[in-house]
């Protein structure tokens, strides 16, 4: 070779491995402000060709067959074969980490290195001791490598084309790794035709023009593929933002402030008539505590699914709170159609979301506002749905719609609510005590506890001034809770004077279904230190009939601790002999209304004395409520009534006059 291609040659390679190593840290500088791994993976590669090309720099100036500098040679020889099939294997790497996105384990890439390592080190060892020129060494250390790389190349290159919304910059990428992959490739085969020598040096040193040049054309390409992927990274993060401020990240809906720029848009510009449902899930906080904050989220997002799916095919479906959504429909304009798509919604939210190990069903309230009957902007008509469905929540309705003068109504039952709580807090509640008179025994045998409201201002409350109003903003559990404090601290403060008579107390229907009241019943005796045969519990008909087998075993529970429970206002409600014979109940009260009239019905009278005789039949106690004259008093003791309670014997009376009355009895 002249000395001016080996001056040639050696600028060429000095000149490659300056820009791959200029490549290298550029690549790796954006790979620590950008953490995209592939940048790395290239990083490495350009790091890789440049040894690759110092190497081979080496092994040319030191010539193939000198035997002085034999294990320098060697040595440049290895680093050069592996270095080559090293750069192939990063390329591989880094592109396929950019195509799909996903981090190649770094176990792969090392057994990738370790086996080309491999090869490199049997194509120098083969070869290490041969004296002269081996043809087969020409095949096994030039053609081998070079068809490796140029395959690797053009690979690299099918997989930059095969990118879904390519740009000008991956395919001028894409390009400049497919020619540089055949350059290789023709190069090997020139290489097979030529064999060594002067006319194939000069081959080198055009392909080497032309590799630089596609080298350069890769690296510009890729640092500004980089800069248009951050700007598409930026403007897909700026669309998520985007999406985030108007939508709900859990569910997909619309959130509250982009229901009501949509809505207003709506309503501006196509003035029809529109619907506005406002739907809460019932009890779902103890949903959530049941089954769990990650089912929970799964029900809202299936609660999504299916409105989506509904054949009411929504305009709009946001959510607006952490169990409530937002419907918005149109073409509902008479009463039936409104009637229809309310049950629809219903009937979708009721049916069973299946869990792993059970079936869930919930129930949900409803408040319904109309556009443009009731307002005329998308925020009117949003709290005028609202009103209605707090209204529905209170009343415990399954559905109720807006009407004139309901935001008094509101702001009415608001202020009660904050008087009610505060009258909890400060113990603003009395309790009342009416006997119970044994007609068989002649004796007070117990007394029913009666609440009453002691308010600062207008004094003393009956339970019809303000116990509907509890019912309706949610508070009897409270309220039955302090109630039964109060009761079982009387019951304390009567034992220690040697007064065991026992008080009966009302229980809500909301909170007998609750978890959690025997444990309470169970700390209060404890905490007052009263036996429980003192405590009666009286629950309506209708609560008894709710959940006939969870009421049976919970009234099972109580009574295996002592606790007597009592069906209040019987014949009131869904009168079932069923459920009195499978009930374990000590005692059954007969309603006021039957007895009121007793004397001068017949038929009352009749419906009186077959509860009686059923009553002693199942083996039941019986008490008559609403005795107020020695009429009544006498039939009741004819037929064989064993209690009666009522005005007769007895007003609710303060505790102190409650005690007196025993003493006089």
Request: some cysteine.
């Amino acid at each position: 070779m002249t000395t001016e291609l080996i001056l040639a040659r050696l600028s060429l390679f000095l000149i490659q491995a300056g820009l791959a190593l200029v490549l290298s840290l550029v690549l790796w500088h954006f790979y620590r402000i950008y953490q995209r791994h592939y940048l790395k993976s290239w990083s490495v590669a350009f790091l890789v060709f440049a040894a690759y090309v110092i190497c081979l720099t080496g092994y040319s100036t030191i010539g193939s067959n000198n035997q002085d500098w034999r294990v320098l040679r060697l040595a440049f020889e290895f680093s050069y074969i592996f270095s080559c099939y090293a750069f192939a294997i990063w390329v591989l790497v880094g592109v396929r980490e950019a195509v799909t996105t996903e981090r190649i384990p770094s176990r792969t890439v090392n057994q990738l290195l370790w086996l080309v390592g491999l090869i490199a080190l049997f194509s120098v060892a083969v070869f290490a001791f041969d004296s002269q020129e081996n043809p087969w060494k020409l095949y096994l250390q030039i053609n081998l490598r070079l068809l490796f790389i140029g395959s690797a190349l053009l690979v690299a290159g099918i997989w930059l084309f095969s990118l879904q919304n390519k740009i000008f910059v991956t395919k001028l990428v894409a390009s400049s790794v497919l020619l540089w992959g055949a350059q290789f490739i023709l190069v090997a085969l020139v290489s097979v035709w030529l064999g060594t020598g002067e006319t194939f040096d000069r081959v080198v040193i055009v392909s080497k023009h032309l590799e630089l040049f596609c080298q350069t054309i890769l690296g510009l390409g890729l640092i500004i593929w980089l800069q248009e992927d951050e700007r598409t990274a930026n403007m897909q993060l700026t669309a998520k933002t985007r999406y985030l401020d108007s939508h709900d990240h859990l569910t997909g809906a619309l959130n509250r402030d982009a229901l009501l720029q949509d809505l207003n848009q709506l309503m501006l510009h196509h003035p029809e008539p529109l619907l506005l449902i406002m739907i809460g899930l019932d009890r779902f906080k103890t949903i959530n505590e049941s089954v769990g904050l990650k089912q929970g989220d799964r029900i809202l997002r299936e609660v999504t699914r299916r409105f989506e799916a509904s054949i009411l095919k929504p305009i709009f479906i946001a959510r607006t709170g952490g169990d409530i959504f937002a419907l918005v429909l149109s073409d509902v304009q008479t009463d039936k159609q409104r009637q229809f798509s309310l049950q629809h919604i219903e009937q979708q939210i009721e049916k069973p979301f299946s869990f792993e190990s059970s079936l869930l069903k919930l129930t949900a309230s409803m408040g319904v506002a109309m556009s443009p009957e009731h307002a005329n902007n998308a925020e009117t008509l949003l709290q005028k749905a609202n009103i209605a469905f707090h209204q529905a929540k209170r009343q415990q309705q399954r559905w109720v719609q807006y009407h004139s003068g309901m935001e008094e109504e509101s702001a009415r039952l608001l202020l009660l609510e904050k008087e009610l709580i505060t009258a909890i807090e400060q113990d603003q509640f009395v309790l009342y005590f009416q006997p119970q008179f044994n007609l068989r025994e002649q004796r007070i045998d117990a007394f029913e506890a009666l609440v009453r409201w002691q308010h600062p201002q207008r004094g003393l409350q009956m339970p019809g001034q303000f116990l509907p109003a509890v019912a309706q903003l949610g508070l009897s559990q409270r309220l039955d809770l302090a109630i039964l404090d109060k009761a079982v601290a009387t019951l304390g403060r009567w034992k220690s004077q040697n007064i065991l008579t026992p008080v009966a107390v009302n229980m809500s229907p909301i909170h007998f279904e609750q978890d959690g009241l025997k444990q309470n019943i169970q700390m209060l005796l404890q905490k007052y230190q009263v036996p429980s045969t003192m405590l009666e519990l009286e629950i309506t008909e209708n609560t008894a009939m709710g959940d006939m087998e969870k009421g049976s075993n919970f009234v099972t529970e109580l009574q295996q601790m002592g606790i007597r429970v009592s069906i209040d206002d019987f014949g009131t409600g869904y009168s079932s002999l069923g459920y009195l014979r499978k009930m374990p109940i000590d005692k059954i009260k007969i309603d006021r209304s039957f007895i009121t009239d007793m004397a001068s019905s017949d038929s009352d009278m009749m419906i009186v004395k077959t509860m009686i005789t059923l009553a002693h039949g199942l083996g039941k106690r019986i008490l008559a409520e609403g005795v107020e004259d020695e009429n009544q008093l006498g039939l009741l003791r004819h037929m064989a009534c064993d209690a009666v309670q009522g005005y007769l014997i007895a007003r609710p009376v303060p505790e102190l006059q409650a005690l007196a009355l025993l003493k006089n009895n």
